[in-house]
């Protein structure tokens, strides 16, 4: 997805999820060779912008591998909750997000 795209993509989700804030932040990952990254993505969405042949994405949004995917398959690059990131390589791969921290109402100190 290409970022300009993602970036429109996520107004629009935020919303459709009834959320008028949002945070927008760019994140990088360096996945070492045969090495897997996991971590919790609750209220937020995770858009892929970038992935390195090699790489897979599981969520429980769905699934996103770069090679062996022969469909197109919605919400392939929208990610959240539980993420898990694979590099099924021998060497050191990249994966690109936009992380869209969806906002409640209350509160909490941070701009908007």
Known sequence: ????????????????????????????????????????????????????WGLMVKSDYGRYDHWYTKEIRENAHEHGDRIEIVNTRKYQRKIRFLQVILKTNTDDGSKT
């Open 1 to 52: 997805m290409r970022e300009d795209f993602a970036l429109h993509y996520a107004d629009r989700r935020a919303k459709e999820r009834g959320y008028d804030a949002y945070r927008i932040v760019y994140r990088e990952f360096v996945i070492p060779a045969m090495g897997s990254l996991k971590f919790q993505a609750y209220n937020e969405l995770w858009l892929v912008t970038h992935i390195d």
